[in-house]
């Protein structure tokens, strides 16, 4: 009985060690700025063998994946829109036929608010404008919702202009002493006619004036990713147009609803209200 029960240890510590030396079928690793409202994180998954797909999911959206130099490493950017409220997220996430479940505290951000005096009917538009308001609403929900599905950028996102952003993303605007929607992207106190650069390849999706926006260009970057340029006092680009990071897309103005020229950049992930200066950071040192 006693050799019974020391050969039966050994094969139990045997299978626990071999178990123990197995690695994980997932490694998956986040690099983000924060994790809080208005955020991007950009997912790497290591799949123990090579595979054809990557599926991830999180905030209630699919969010796409690339491979990234081999079919074992894929990577997913994933936003944290605006209004997600504080909590405990969990992004479940497949390839192939293995599964795991990584979690996301996303913590609070307080956010300022900021009171401005525009044009009376770029806060309360006559009844002559709405149509055209409610079109290019319309229009933008399905820019934002038909995008290119693969990838079109490549190496690092730079700034559209060298300018500092002065109005930070997130802001809660009030005009003319009538709150409105949160300030969904960032601003940069750049002068009139400075160039404004596509920040990484796209697809030219919409290029001209719009009524709160002033001329205005957006940017297809591809498998979810957007830019939106507001304001601009030229556009140096047509819709259809391939672009690369560093092409000219047009010159800062004050065109639509502003106090005076500056750009106004907008980023959209999948949908999500990211602030752009957090898609910088996050894919800004990606090759």
């Not at 240890?9 to 983000?32: E, F, G, K, N």
């Not at 006559?126 to 190496?155: F, V």
Request: charged share 20%; net charge neutral; glycine share 8%.
């Amino acid at each position: 009985m006693g050799r019974a029960r020391a050969y039966l240890s050994i094969v139990v510590m045997a299978i626990a060690a071999s178990a123990a030396a197995t690695p994980p079928a997932l490694t998956v690793t986040t690099r983000a700025r924060a994790v809080q409202p208005g955020e991007l994180i950009l997912f790497t998954i290591l799949a123990a063998q090579p595979v054809s797909q990557v599926t991830v999911r999180a905030f209630g959206r699919d969010w796409p994946a690339y491979e990234d130099g081999s079919a074992r490493r894929w990577r997913a950017p994933v936003g944290i829109d605006l209004d997600t409220r504080p909590a405990t997220y969990h992004a479940e996430i497949a390839a192939g036929e293995d599964r795991t479940s990584y979690p996301l505290v996303v913590r609070a951000r307080a956010f300022r608010t900021r009171h401005l005096t525009v044009n009376p009917d770029l806060v309360n538009p006559p009844p002559d404008a709405l149509e055209r308001i409610d079109a290019e609403a319309r229009e933008l929900s399905e820019i934002w919702a038909h995008g290119e599905p693969q990838r079109l950028w490549s190496g690092p996102f730079v700034r559209p202009v060298p300018d500092e952003a002065n109005s930070a993303f997130g802001t809660r605007s009030v005009y003319n002493g009538e709150a409105r929607s949160p300030h969904s992207g960032a601003d940069f106190l750049s002068p009139e006619g400075r160039p404004v650069k596509a920040p990484n390849a796209g697809r030219i999706v919409l290029a001209g004036a719009r009524y709160f926006t002033g001329k205005t260009v957006i940017v297809d970057h591809g498998l979810g990713i957007f830019s939106l340029f507001a304001h601009l006092s030229e556009i140096d680009v047509k819709a259809g147009d391939t672009v690369a990071a560093g092409d000219l897309v047009g010159k800062v103005g004050a065109t639509g609803r502003v106090t005076g020229p500056h750009l106004h950049w907008t980023v959209r992930v999948n949908g999500a209200r990211v602030d752009p200066l957090s898609l910088l950071d996050v894919l800004g040192e990606v090759h």
